[in-house]
C-alpha cells in the first residue's frame, strides 16, 4: 500500500496546472510525430533536450513521457489508412488495419487501435507502478540464449502471414533476412553488403523498408491498375465508430496483447516489435474469423499489436526507472536528459528521486487519459482522408513516404533506397508475393543472429546452453509446439476418423 | 485539402519546436561571432550533447551570438567526415566534434579520407573506462581477473560497445599487456550502454569494460564491483585502483575533441583555439563537465595534432591485433 501513497503523491506533482500543460503538449507533439514517418520519440526528445536548462525536472520528463506515449498512438493512424508505417511498432497494424480500412471499417480500425492503447497503456503503467521490481528480476534473467530462443517463437509467427503460398512466403523472408544483413556486422565490426558505400554501414531503416514495401509499392501497383477498376476504396461502411460486434471481438486481443507487451517490453533487448508480431500470430490463430485476416481485415488484428506497442513502452520504463539501463532509443535520450539536470539515473533513482519518478508515472496515467480523448474525434477528421480521389490520394502518399523518408537522416541515399524497395514491392504485389515475411526478417533475422551469435561466445562454443537453460527450453518447447502442433493435430483427427478402414482385417 | 491539414498539423509541431528554440534563445553580446557546429553523429549521443554543451557554454560567456548545428550521422562518423572535409573546406568559425572513436572507425570501416585532412584546435573532454565485474563474482581484484585471463582467455567472456569501439580497443590493450594473445580473446558486444549492463547484472557474463559513466551508479548501489579504472591518476570518490596501480600498464581516454574543415587560415585558426581555450576555463564548463562524468584533458593546436598521430598508431596497432583493420 505504500506504493499507493506514493502514486497519490505523484498525482499531486502532475495535477499542477503547468504540469498538465507540459503533458498536453507533449502529447499533441507526440501524436503528431507518431503520424509522420522518420520523426521519432527519439529524435523529437533528442531535439528538444535543450529544453532541459530552462525548465524544472518534473515538467520537462511529463514532456517528454508525453511525447513517447504520443507516438505509440500517432503511429498507428498512417499505417492504418495510408499503409506507412510511422514506427517501427506499428508495421504489423498495417496488415490488417490498411485492409479494414479500404473495406470501411476504417473508423472501427482506428477506434479500436486507440481504445487499445488507451486500455493496454494504463494496464502497462499501473505494472510500472505496482510490479517493476518482480518484472525487471524476470528480465534480466533473459541471457542471449533465452533472446535466441525467444526469436525462434517469434519466427513462428512467420506462418501467419505467409499468404497462400509457404515457398513464395518463405522467399519473402529470406530476402528480408539479406537486407537485414546489410551494413556492420555488431560482433565482428566488420562491414557486409555495403558495396563500399559509407551510407550503407548502418544498414537499411527498417521504416524505410516497410515503407517502401507498403505505401511505394502499393502505390505504383495502383497506378498500373489505374484503369482496372480493381481494389477500389469503401471510405465508409456502417457506423463510424465500433459495433458492438467489434467490441467484443476486439477486448479480448486488448488483454492479450497488454500480458505480451509488457514483460517483453521490459526486456533489456526486448524491443517493440517482437511483441506486435507474437500478439497478432496469436490473434490469428484464436480467431473465429481466419477468413477476414488479409481480405477485408480482421479487428483483432488490429487490436492485439497495438495493445502490445503501447504495453511494451510502458515496459521499456521499467529497466529505465528501476535500474538505470535504456533499453530504447528514446529511454537513452531521456536517460541522458536526467544527465543535464545532475541527476545520475541508477538504481538508486527511486529513493533519491521520488517526487520526480512518481509524478512521471502518474503523468503517464494523466497521458494516456489526454490521449483518448484527444484521439477518437479525430479519428471522423482522419477517416475523410479516404474521401480523397485515388490519384490524389496515392500521389499524397508518394510525397509523404518520401519527405517522411529524407526526414529520418537527411541521406539522399535512403531515398534511392526506399524507391528500389518500393519498385520491389511492385513487382511483390505483382507476382503475389507477401510483404510482411520481408519486414519481419529484417527485424528479427539480424536479432536472432547476434542473440545466437553471443550465446556461443559466451558458452565458448557449447550448443547445450539452448536446452540447459530453463527459459530457453521453455521457449523453444512453445515454438516447437505452435510449428508442429497444428500438424500433429491433424495427424491424429485424421486417424481417429479414417484408421479403422486402413486397418485391414479389424472390425 | 487533407493533405492541407496534414501540411499544416506538421508545421505545427514544427513550430512548436521552433518556439521552444527560440525561447531558449535570448539575445547575445553585440559583435560576437556566428558559428557552425558539425556533429557527425545523430542527435542525443555523446558527441550531440558535446557539441550542444560546447555551443550553450560559447553563448553563456558571450563568446559567440549563435550557433548553427548540423548533424551527420551514420557509421561512426566516417559518413559525416567525407561531407565536413568536401563542403566545408576553407570555412571559418566551423566546428567538428570527432572522438577516439571516428579514429577507430575510419580504421574499422577503411574510410576514404581521415583526422589528419582537417585542422585539429583542441582536445576537450576524456572518459575513463571502468573495468567491472558482477557483485558475487569470484573476481575480487583486478589481479584475479588477469590470473584468469591468463589462464584461459576463452573462459572469461567480457562483454563491452561495439566491436572495434574504445571498449574492445581497451580489452585488446589489457590483454596485449599482460601477455594473452588478442585473437583468444572472448569479447561479446553489446550495441548499446544499457544492454551490457543487463548483461552484467543477470551474471551473464564474466566481466565488462565500458566508459566509467555507464557503470558509476551501479558501482554506487553495490550491484557491480569496480576493480580498475583506465585513468592516469586516482580520481575523488572513486574507490578503486587505476590500471597501472593494479599491475596492468595501459592508460586509455575515450577523448572528445574540436576541429575545424582543411584549409582554414592561421589568423581563424587562431582565433578558434583562443575562444575554445576561453570556453574550457569557464566555470560553466566545468560545472558541465561535473555533471556529465566528462573528465577535462585540455589539449591544442600542435600538441594536440602530435597526439592524435601517436593514438592513431596505438589504435591501428591494437586494431590489427584483434584483427579488425
Given at each position: 500500500m505504500e506504493t499507493l501513497g506514493h502514486l497519490a503523491h505523484g498525482f499531486s506533482v502532475a495535477f499542477t496546472p503547468v504540469n498538465l500543460m507540459w503533458c498536453l503538449l507533449g502529447t499533441t507533439l507526440g501524436t503528431a510525430i507518431g503520424v509522420l514517418p522518420g520523426l521519432g520519440p527519439a529524435l523529437t526528445i533528442a531535439l528538444l533536450l535543450p529544453i532541459t536548462y530552462q525548465v524544472a525536472p518534473e515538467a520537462s520528463f511529463i514532456l517528454f513521457a508525453g511525447i513517447y506515449y504520443g507516438a505509440m498512438y500517432g503511429g498507428s493512424t498512417t499505417s492504418i489508412l495510408l499503409n506507412t508505417p510511422g514506427e517501427s511498432a506499428t508495421i504489423v497494424t498495417a496488415l490488417e488495419g490498411n485492409r479494414m480500412a479500404r473495406s470501411g471499417r476504417g473508423g472501427a480500425a482506428l477506434a479500436t487501435s486507440a481504445i487499445g492503447s488507451f486500455v493496454a497503456g494504463t494496464i502497462g503503467t499501473m505494472g510500472v507502478a505496482f510490479l517493476a521490481p518482480v518484472v525487471v528480476k524476470f528480465a534480466l534473467a533473459f541471457g542471449p540464449a533465452e533472446y535466441f530462443s525467444l526469436m525462434v517463437l517469434a519466427f513462428i509467427t512467420v506462418s501467419a502471414v505467409l499468404g497462400s503460398s509457404s515457398v513464395r512466403g518463405l522467399t519473402s523472408l529470406f530476402a528480408g533476412f539479406v537486407i537485414g544483413m546489410i551494413g556492420v556486422d555488431l560482433q565482428t565490426g566488420q562491414p557486409r553488403?555495403?558495396?563500399?558505400?559509407?551510407?550503407?554501414l548502418d544498414g537499411v531503416d527498417v521504416i524505410i523498408a516497410a515503407v517502401g514495401l507498403f505505401a511505394v509499392g502499393e502505390t505504383l501497383y495502383m497506378a498500373s491498375r489505374r484503369y482496372a477498376g480493381k481494389d477500389e476504396i469503401v471510405p465508409l461502411k456502417g457506423s463510424l465508430y465500433m459495433t458492438a460486434a467489434e467490441w467484443g471481438r476486439s477486448w479480448k486481443p486488448w488483454l492479450r496483447g497488454a500480458a505480451i507487451g509488457f514483460p517483453i517490453g521490459a526486456?533489456?533487448?526486448?524491443?517493440?516489435?517482437i511483441p506486435t508480431f507474437l500478439s497478432y500470430a496469436i490473434e490469428k490463430k484464436l480467431s473465429k474469423h481466419k477468413e477476414e485476416f488479409g481480405t477485408v481485415g480482421a479487428i483483432e488484428g488490429v487490436a492485439g499489436p497495438e495493445a502490445a506497442n503501447n504495453a511494451s513502452a510502458a515496459g521499456v520504463l521499467v529497466p529505465m526507472l528501476t535500474l538505470g539501463l535504456p533499453t530504447s532509443a528514446t529511454a537513452a535520450i531521456m536517460l541522458s536528459a536526467f544527465q543535464s539536470y545532475g541527476i545520475n539515473p541508477g538504481p538508486l533513482l527511486l529513493t533519491t528521486q521520488g517526487d520526480l519518478v512518481w509524478g512521471l508515472i502518474a503523468s503517464l496515467f494523466i497521458a494516456n487519459v489526454i490521449l483518448v480523448i484527444l484521439n477518437l474525434p479525430l479519428i471522423g477528421l482522419w477517416v475523410r482522408l479516404l474521401k480523397i480521389p485515388a490519384p490524389q490520394l496515392y500521389a499524397g502518399i508518394l510525397v509523404f513516404a518520401t519527405v517522411g523518408t529524407y526526414g529520418i537522416s537527411q541521406s539522399p541515399i535512403d531515398l534511392v533506397i526506399l524507391y528500389l524497395l518500393g519498385a520491389a514491392g511492385f513487382l511483390m504485389r505483382r507476382f503475389d508475393f507477401p510483404t510482411a515475411p520481408v519486414i519481419i526478417g529484417m527485424i528479427l533475422g539480424p536479432l536472432a543472429e547476434t542473440q545466437f551469435r553471443r550465446a556461443m561466445t559466451i558458452s565458448n562454443g557449447d550448443w547445450s546452453v539452448f536446452y540447459t537453460h530453463k527459459l530457453s527450453l521453455t521457449l523453444l518447447t512453445l515454438a516447437f509446439i505452435g510449428l508442429a502442433g497444428p500438424h500433429i493435430w491433424a495427424f491424429i483427427e485424421h486417424r481417429r476418423r479414417r484408421g479403422p478402414e486402413h486397418v485391414p482385417g479389424d472390425a | 485539402m487533407l493533405n492541407r491539414r496534414r501540411f499544416l498539423m506538421s508545421t505545427a509541431a514544427a513550430g512548436a519546436a521552433g518556439l521552444v528554440a527560440s525561447h531558449l534563445s535570448p539575445a547575445f553580446a553585440e559583435g560576437a561571432p556566428q558559428i557552425q557546429i558539425f556533429v557527425p553523429a545523430a542527435p542525443g549521443g555523446g558527441w550531440d550533447q558535446t557539441g550542444r554543451t560546447i555551443d550553450q557554454v560559447l553563448r553563456s560567456e558571450k563568446l559567440i551570438s549563435g550557433s548553427q548545428i548540423t548533424n551527420v550521422g551514420g557509421a561512426g562518423g566516417t559518413v559525416g567526415l567525407p561531407q565536413f572535409i568536401s563542403q566545408w573546406n576553407g570555412k571559418g568559425n566551423t566546428l567538428m566534434v570527432a572522438g577516439m572513436v571516428m579514429v577507430g572507425a575510419i580504421i574499422a570501416n577503411k574510410s576514404a579520407n581521415n583526422l589528419t585532412e582537417v585542422t585539429p584546435i583542441a582536445r576537450l573532454t576524456g572518459e575513463f573506462e571502468a573495468l567491472v565485474v558482477p557483485a558475487d563474482s569470484p573476481f575480487k581484484t583486478a589481479a584475479d581477473f588477469v590470473a584468469a585471463l591468463k589462464a584461459d582467455p576463452t573462459k572469461v567472456p567480457v562483454a563491452g560497445g561495439s566491436a572495434g569501439g574504445s571498449d574492445h580497443i581497451l580489452f585488446g590493450l589489457i590483454a596485449k599487456t599482460v601477455g594473452v594473445p588478442a585473437t583468444n580473446l572472448s569479447y561479446v558486444p553489446f550495441a548499446g550502454g544499457g544492454e551490457a549492463l543487463s548483461a552484467l547484472l543477470g551474471n551473464q557474463v564474466a566481466a565488462g569494460i565500458s566508459g566509467f559513466g555507464e557503470f558509476s551508479e551501479q558501482i554506487k548501489a553495490g550491484a557491480l564491483r569496480l576493480l580498475?579504472?583506465?585513468?592516469d591518476k586516482r580520481q575523488d570518490g572513486i574507490d578503486a585502483p587505476t590500471m597501472r596501480e593494479a599491475g596492468i600498464d595501459v592508460e586509455l581516454f575515450n577523448w572528445r575533441g574540436v576541429f575545424a574543415p582543411p584549409g582554414v587560415s592561421d589568423a581563424d585558426k587562431a582565433a578558434m583555439v583562443t575562444m575554445i581555450e576561453t570556453m574550457a576555463k569557464s566555470d560553466a564548463w566545468a560545472t558541465e563537465c561535473k555533471n556529465r562524468n566528462w573528465t577535462p584533458i585540455l589539449l591544442t593546436g600542435d600538441d594536440y595534432a602530435k597526439f592524435l598521430t601517436e593514438d592513431t598508431a596505438r589504435i591501428t596497432a591494437i586494431l590489427k591485433d584483434l584483427g579488425l583493420a
Amino acid at each position: 500500500m505504500e506504493t499507493l501513497g506514493h502514486l497519490a503523491h505523484g498525482f499531486s506533482v502532475a495535477f499542477t496546472p503547468v504540469n498538465l500543460m507540459w503533458c498536453l503538449l507533449g502529447t499533441t507533439l507526440g501524436t503528431a510525430i507518431g503520424v509522420l514517418p522518420g520523426l521519432g520519440p527519439a529524435l523529437t526528445i533528442a531535439l528538444l533536450l535543450p529544453i532541459t536548462y530552462q525548465v524544472a525536472p518534473e515538467a520537462s520528463f511529463i514532456l517528454f513521457a508525453g511525447i513517447y506515449y504520443g507516438a505509440m498512438y500517432g503511429g498507428s493512424t498512417t499505417s492504418i489508412l495510408l499503409n506507412t508505417p510511422g514506427e517501427s511498432a506499428t508495421i504489423v497494424t498495417a496488415l490488417e488495419g490498411n485492409r479494414m480500412a479500404r473495406s470501411g471499417r476504417g473508423g472501427a480500425a482506428l477506434a479500436t487501435s486507440a481504445i487499445g492503447s488507451f486500455v493496454a497503456g494504463t494496464i502497462g503503467t499501473m505494472g510500472v507502478a505496482f510490479l517493476a521490481p518482480v518484472v525487471v528480476k524476470f528480465a534480466l534473467a533473459f541471457g542471449p540464449a533465452e533472446y535466441f530462443s525467444l526469436m525462434v517463437l517469434a519466427f513462428i509467427t512467420v506462418s501467419a502471414v505467409l499468404g497462400s503460398s509457404s515457398v513464395r512466403g518463405l522467399t519473402s523472408l529470406f530476402a528480408g533476412f539479406v537486407i537485414g544483413m546489410i551494413g556492420v556486422d555488431l560482433q565482428t565490426g566488420q562491414p557486409r553488403f555495403t558495396f563500399g558505400t559509407n551510407e550503407l554501414l548502418d544498414g537499411v531503416d527498417v521504416i524505410i523498408a516497410a515503407v517502401g514495401l507498403f505505401a511505394v509499392g502499393e502505390t505504383l501497383y495502383m497506378a498500373s491498375r489505374r484503369y482496372a477498376g480493381k481494389d477500389e476504396i469503401v471510405p465508409l461502411k456502417g457506423s463510424l465508430y465500433m459495433t458492438a460486434a467489434e467490441w467484443g471481438r476486439s477486448w479480448k486481443p486488448w488483454l492479450r496483447g497488454a500480458a505480451i507487451g509488457f514483460p517483453i517490453g521490459a526486456m533489456p533487448a526486448g524491443g517493440a516489435e517482437i511483441p506486435t508480431f507474437l500478439s497478432y500470430a496469436i490473434e490469428k490463430k484464436l480467431s473465429k474469423h481466419k477468413e477476414e485476416f488479409g481480405t477485408v481485415g480482421a479487428i483483432e488484428g488490429v487490436a492485439g499489436p497495438e495493445a502490445a506497442n503501447n504495453a511494451s513502452a510502458a515496459g521499456v520504463l521499467v529497466p529505465m526507472l528501476t535500474l538505470g539501463l535504456p533499453t530504447s532509443a528514446t529511454a537513452a535520450i531521456m536517460l541522458s536528459a536526467f544527465q543535464s539536470y545532475g541527476i545520475n539515473p541508477g538504481p538508486l533513482l527511486l529513493t533519491t528521486q521520488g517526487d520526480l519518478v512518481w509524478g512521471l508515472i502518474a503523468s503517464l496515467f494523466i497521458a494516456n487519459v489526454i490521449l483518448v480523448i484527444l484521439n477518437l474525434p479525430l479519428i471522423g477528421l482522419w477517416v475523410r482522408l479516404l474521401k480523397i480521389p485515388a490519384p490524389q490520394l496515392y500521389a499524397g502518399i508518394l510525397v509523404f513516404a518520401t519527405v517522411g523518408t529524407y526526414g529520418i537522416s537527411q541521406s539522399p541515399i535512403d531515398l534511392v533506397i526506399l524507391y528500389l524497395l518500393g519498385a520491389a514491392g511492385f513487382l511483390m504485389r505483382r507476382f503475389d508475393f507477401p510483404t510482411a515475411p520481408v519486414i519481419i526478417g529484417m527485424i528479427l533475422g539480424p536479432l536472432a543472429e547476434t542473440q545466437f551469435r553471443r550465446a556461443m561466445t559466451i558458452s565458448n562454443g557449447d550448443w547445450s546452453v539452448f536446452y540447459t537453460h530453463k527459459l530457453s527450453l521453455t521457449l523453444l518447447t512453445l515454438a516447437f509446439i505452435g510449428l508442429a502442433g497444428p500438424h500433429i493435430w491433424a495427424f491424429i483427427e485424421h486417424r481417429r476418423r479414417r484408421g479403422p478402414e486402413h486397418v485391414p482385417g479389424d472390425a | 485539402m487533407l493533405n492541407r491539414r496534414r501540411f499544416l498539423m506538421s508545421t505545427a509541431a514544427a513550430g512548436a519546436a521552433g518556439l521552444v528554440a527560440s525561447h531558449l534563445s535570448p539575445a547575445f553580446a553585440e559583435g560576437a561571432p556566428q558559428i557552425q557546429i558539425f556533429v557527425p553523429a545523430a542527435p542525443g549521443g555523446g558527441w550531440d550533447q558535446t557539441g550542444r554543451t560546447i555551443d550553450q557554454v560559447l553563448r553563456s560567456e558571450k563568446l559567440i551570438s549563435g550557433s548553427q548545428i548540423t548533424n551527420v550521422g551514420g557509421a561512426g562518423g566516417t559518413v559525416g567526415l567525407p561531407q565536413f572535409i568536401s563542403q566545408w573546406n576553407g570555412k571559418g568559425n566551423t566546428l567538428m566534434v570527432a572522438g577516439m572513436v571516428m579514429v577507430g572507425a575510419i580504421i574499422a570501416n577503411k574510410s576514404a579520407n581521415n583526422l589528419t585532412e582537417v585542422t585539429p584546435i583542441a582536445r576537450l573532454t576524456g572518459e575513463f573506462e571502468a573495468l567491472v565485474v558482477p557483485a558475487d563474482s569470484p573476481f575480487k581484484t583486478a589481479a584475479d581477473f588477469v590470473a584468469a585471463l591468463k589462464a584461459d582467455p576463452t573462459k572469461v567472456p567480457v562483454a563491452g560497445g561495439s566491436a572495434g569501439g574504445s571498449d574492445h580497443i581497451l580489452f585488446g590493450l589489457i590483454a596485449k599487456t599482460v601477455g594473452v594473445p588478442a585473437t583468444n580473446l572472448s569479447y561479446v558486444p553489446f550495441a548499446g550502454g544499457g544492454e551490457a549492463l543487463s548483461a552484467l547484472l543477470g551474471n551473464q557474463v564474466a566481466a565488462g569494460i565500458s566508459g566509467f559513466g555507464e557503470f558509476s551508479e551501479q558501482i554506487k548501489a553495490g550491484a557491480l564491483r569496480l576493480l580498475a579504472i583506465s585513468a592516469d591518476k586516482r580520481q575523488d570518490g572513486i574507490d578503486a585502483p587505476t590500471m597501472r596501480e593494479a599491475g596492468i600498464d595501459v592508460e586509455l581516454f575515450n577523448w572528445r575533441g574540436v576541429f575545424a574543415p582543411p584549409g582554414v587560415s592561421d589568423a581563424d585558426k587562431a582565433a578558434m583555439v583562443t575562444m575554445i581555450e576561453t570556453m574550457a576555463k569557464s566555470d560553466a564548463w566545468a560545472t558541465e563537465c561535473k555533471n556529465r562524468n566528462w573528465t577535462p584533458i585540455l589539449l591544442t593546436g600542435d600538441d594536440y595534432a602530435k597526439f592524435l598521430t601517436e593514438d592513431t598508431a596505438r589504435i591501428t596497432a591494437i586494431l590489427k591485433d584483434l584483427g579488425l583493420a
